[in-house]
């Protein structure tokens, strides 16, 4: 245990109790069909900080040997879902033998990071737009994969991983700045206040940058284009169009129009007060105004039951856990350990962000669940290997000093 | 220092990552901060109103039980089918709903756009039959917002025999739901008769549950913590009718006839029996299916919605010549032993003003003149009294005045008053000669069974008259306290003891002398004394009447009956007041029970 970083160690234990607790309440406490899940969590936990054993015993040069054929393993695992997979609530996203299933877009998640940190280890610095494009192509075939499922959320996590690791390893800021900005534009487009604000913030970091004449147009010009031609484009569209896209991208749609699922998620967090219902106490929860309580909406239930106390405590742990893992990225000498770290703990950040502004109804809902806590085998495992993977890091950042 | 990264001096990223990760923390923290603590005490209101829905217990009606406990109206348990708009209102499942009810669409639609302007549930069927209940639970998982409630509906037994007395009860409608109103949508309301009279004792109030609900509107019991409001039942009354008798006096008028009975003890205004034909089955009316059956029974040309008995006023006939002799004796205009001669015919302003009998009567004292009828007789007896006083009696005796029953509108009737034809026709437009008419009854004089009853009644009660009415007590069902709802209310004719004994005295020979109009009436065993009376009816055959009471010296009961352009009150109305009359006073013992044979 020397070589453990103990207090992020001790973090994920908590998170996953919670967990654990939170699963249980969420489906023991429900009225209609109470299968009680929390037992069943626990042992997911169980097997994940099982591997998560292992892997912190795996050496750097393993994991740089298996970055690519992991990758390509992951790849033929999206392959054969979008074949053989089984659909659960309309998407088809798990793997299964018997009672066992995997989620194969979960297993990509890390794969692909590890691929992407092999690749930028590699590259120097000095050819971004290649290192760049490189990058876009790793990531945009199980990005495409996973979207088809359909799962967008865990796709979604994909991107900042990308930015971030491509940051970490040296590619200059602005370069990815003039990337991604016509991406934001292409989401902000919806709202023109969004938009203008996208666009000032724009205009002032590459001032801040010190922007070539070329850039600021390009750039400005990009984000122009793009914003003005989305809500054409998407308005040229049939309504059933619009709703197949809608609903492709989020099979969980709202079902009752008028944002039913945030509605319930805000109420039920509300509700839950300074010190919330108690354990087994939500309402929201018991009487299944909540959508998928136990999985993705978990975060929720948490509000609900243990108030703004607990769910801060929770937010507070992730932050302790995120800023050790920040910390362990930083200390490694190995540029492949390190993009890797930082890849590994965005995936994570981007993922308690995501669930976390969903649930809250600060973000837009999409699958996807939050870290240790929510319900789910594969997502469990992963999150603990994961873990394990970064804790190896750290040893062998201080095998190599 | 980095080795990848040119152009810092010490490595930011770390510190950068570190910030991002703050600022995130910090957004989330305020949103969290924001929804449970600045806006908390919002939310869990809203997820108090989530989950807890107020389920309406309806109060149970009360019952009506006849002057012997038999049930004359009482509620059944019935199935209702409701839906909750704020659940279930969108096309595939109101669709769903209204094929599986049997119901158009567009109904649907109607009912649920009532329900939430009102923030009401909507019932969509008050009454579903066991195979609509089936359907609809086996697709309870599908369908949101529908819940089958159980409700109650009523039932009378006696049927239509009942129909205009107890009238019938219906959804309230969306005019009478105004904010203030104590009903809400799918509530039943007394529309006529004593269910509307009484609608205030029968209906309670109603209690209210706190049911829990989940996302789809499903109701999963009740709130625990939350204990349900018991509904307060309404009170039951205690009828003075005797069922028994109503349905037989509804016999006696037979399916083919329309009419009245109205039988009254008339030593304490209880209305025994008060029958309408034709008439409805209070128990369709009162159902889902009412208001189609309302509109078709409101264009009936018999008009069965009318209840005869206090509703429709008739020319009385002969059976006002009563209340004529006792006016006229009263005022000492005519003696009883005076004498008149009938040619069959009286001339009065050069108009011939014939009697029934064409041959006349003869010479005819007052007795003879009650007893066989005479036309000719009360004729001059009107020119002596004068409209006037004749008039003043008339409304003394009842006529032209409610009788005050306990049922809703009531009809007055008119005796008409020298005021009364000046505005009518103008003065001096109108002869003094219509007294001469109205002294027998025809003419401008209008009245209903009920008041020929309750005047002949006060008669054969030696002069006093009481207010007849129907609901003699109410019972709280829950303390079994009793209130008695109305005294009896006896006022005296101004008449002396002997103007009574001699009205009595030829009253009775209407049925017992052998020229007596109702002879062919007469009940074996006991004296009934009454009065024939056939009105003429310009517009068609003439209208029977007979009233009568019995036993004769000391009357239990009096029972007037009367048939729309029925002919002759000897041969069509008589009859039929005489077997209620017979009926009842074997009921009561006076007279033994008939033998067996031609039952």
């Known amino acids: ?76 695992l999206l392959v054969v879902v979008l074949f053989a997979g089984r659909t659960h609530g309309g998407a088809t996203r798990w793997l299964g033998v018997g009672a066992l299933e995997v989620q194969p877009s979960e297993v990509a998640k890390v794969a692909t990071t590890l691929a992407l940190a092999f690749f930028l280890a590699e590259q120097r610095g000095n050819k971004p737009w290649r290192t760049l494009a490189i990058a876009a192509a790793i990531v945009s075939v199980p990005f495409a994969l996973i979207v088809v499922e359909p799962d967008l959320g865990t796709a979604l996590v994909l991107l900042p991983v990308t930015v971030g690791m491509a940051w970490w390893a040296g590619v200059p800021f ?177 993922q308690v962000l995501i669930n976390a502004g969903m649930t809250l109804g600060l973000l837009p809902v999409t699958g996807l669940p939050l870290p240790f806590i929510s319900y789910g085998g594969t997502h469990v495992i992963a999150s603990l290997c994961t873990v394990g993977i970064l804790q190896s890091l750290r040893r062998n950042w201080k095998e190599t000093s | 220092m980095h080795p990848g990264v040119a152009g810092y001096d010490r490595d930011i990223r770390p510190a950068a990552a570190r910030a991002v990760l703050l600022v995130v923390l910090v957004l989330l923290s305020a949103r969290l901060f924001y929804l449970q603590i600045l806006q908390g005490a919002h939310y869990l209101e809203l997820a108090d109103s989530n989950r807890v829905r107020l389920s309406i217990i309806k109060a149970p009606r009360g019952l009506m039980y006849d002057r012997s406990g038999r049930i004359v109206a009482q509620d059944r348990a019935a199935s209702t089918i409701v839906l909750d708009p704020s659940y279930g209102a969108d096309s595939t499942n109101v669709s769903m709903v209204a094929e599986l009810l049997g119901m158009s669409v567009q109904e649907a639609w109607r009912k649920i756009g009532v329900a939430q302007r009102r923030r009401d549930d909507c019932t969509l069927d008050p009454d579903a039959t066991f195979a609509t209940v089936s359907r609809i639970e086996e697709r309870r998982d599908i369908l949101r917002g529908t819940a089958r409630r159980l409700s109650l509906r009523r039932r009378y037994p006696a049927g239509a025999a009942v129909g205009n007395l107890v009238g019938y009860i219906a959804e309230v409608s969306e005019k009478e739901l105004n904010p203030d109103s104590p009903y809400r949508m799918g509530d039943l309301i007394g529309r006529s008769g004593l269910e509307r009279q009484y609608e205030s004792v029968l209906r309670g109030e109603r209690g209210f549950e706190f049911i829990q609900v989940d996302a789809a509107g499903r109701e999963l019991g009740p709130v625990p913590e939350r204990s349900a409001i018991a509904p307060i039942p309404g009170h039951d009354l205690r009828l003075s009718i005797d069922q028994n008798l109503q349905t037989l006096a509804w016999d006696l008028i037979g399916p083919d006839r329309q009419g009245a009975v109205v039988a009254l003890d008339p030593r304490r205004g209880d209305v025994l029996a008060l029958v309408s034909r034709p008439s409805f089955d209070p128990n369709v009316l009162g159902s889902g299916m009412g208001h189609a059956v309302w509109a078709q029974l409101n264009s009936d040309s018999l008009f069965p919605l009318l209840n005869r008995p206090i509703q429709c006023a008739y020319p009385p006939g002969s059976t006002f010549k009563i209340a004529t002799a006792a006016a006229a004796l009263a005022e000492g205009v005519i003696q009883p032993s005076d004498r008149k001669t009938c040619t069959g015919a009286f001339l009065f302003g050069g108009r011939p003003f014939g009697c029934w009998k064409k041959t006349g009567h003869g010479s005819v004292d007052l007795r003879k003149a009650i007893v066989e009828s005479c036309d000719v007789y009360f004729y001059q007896v009107g020119l002596a009294i004068g409209l006037e006083r004749l008039s003043r009696w008339a409304h003394v005796f009842g006529f032209g005045e409610p009788t005050g029953i306990d049922l809703v509108n009531e009809r007055s009737g008119l005796f008409p008053t020298v005021d009364w034809f000046n505005t009518t026709y103008g003065r001096g437009r109108w002869s003094r000669g219509t007294v001469v008419n109205l002294a027998i009854g ?33 019972r709280d069902p829950v303390t079994g306290r009793r209130t008695v709802l109305a005294d009896p209310k006896g006022r005296r004719l101004p008449l002396s003891p002997q103007t009574i004994a001699l009205l009595k005295d030829a009253m009775a020979g209407v049925t017992e002398d052998p020229h007596g109009t109702a002879g062919r009436s007469r009940i074996p065993g006991v004296v009934m004394g009454g009065k024939t009376g056939t009105a003429q009816n310009p517009h068609g055959e003439d209208h029977a009447w007979f009233v009568g009471y019995a036993p004769a010296d000391h009357p239990i009961i009096v029972a007037c009956a009367f048939v729309e352009r029925g002919g002759h009150g000897s041969s069509e109305a008589a009859p039929v007041a005489s077997g209620v009359i017979k009926a009842w006073l074997i009921t009561c013992g006076v007279l033994p029970e008939e033998e067996s044979g031609d039952a």
């Open chain 1, 1 to 76: 245990m020397r070589d453990w970083d103990v207090p992020a160690l001790l973090v994920v234990v908590a998170l996953c109790l919670v967990g654990v607790v939170m699963v249980h309440s969420a489906t023991a406490g429900r009225e209609a069909h109470g299968e009680d899940l929390g037992l069943d969590q626990l042992l997911r936990v169980c097997a994940g900080a099982i591997l998560m054993v292992v892997l912190s015993r795996i050496s750097l040069r393993f994991l740089q040997f298996a970055a690519y054929p992991s990758y390509l393993l992951a790849l033929l």
């Open chain 1, 174 to 350: 602005l370069a990815l700045f003039t990337v991604i900005v016509p991406m934001l534009s292409v989401v902000c487009a919806f709202s023109l206040v969004t938009w203008a604000t996208l666009m000032v913030t724009v205009v002032v970091v590459l001032a801040w940058a010190r922007a070539g004449f070329w850039r600021f147009v390009v750039v400005c010009g990009a984000c122009i284009v793009t914003g003005l031609l989305t809500p054409h484009a998407w308005g040229m569209l049939e309504d059933y169009q619009k709703t197949r896209i809608l609903v492709f991208l989020n099979p969980g749609l709202d079902p009752r129009g008028s944002g039913w699922n945030v509605i319930q998620s805000r109420i039920a967090v509300g509700s839950g007060r300074l010190l919330g219902k108690g354990i087994m106490g939500g309402t929201q929860k018991a009487l299944a105004f909540l959508p998928a309580q136990h999985t993705d909406f978990i975060f929720s239930v948490v509000g609900e039951e243990l108030g703004y106390v607990g769910a801060q405590i929770v937010l507070v742990l992730f932050g302790v856990l995120l800023w050790r893992l920040v910390g362990i990225a930083a200390r490694c000498r190995s540029r492949f350990a390190g993009i890797l770290a930082i890849g590994l703990t965005i995936g994570i950040a981007t």
């Open chain 2, 442 to 474: 025809q003419g401008e004089v209008l009245a209903t069974p009920l008041q020929i009853a309750q005047f002949v009644g006060a008669i054969g009660n030696d002069g006093v008259m009481f207010a007849p009415r129907i609901a003699m007590e109410s």
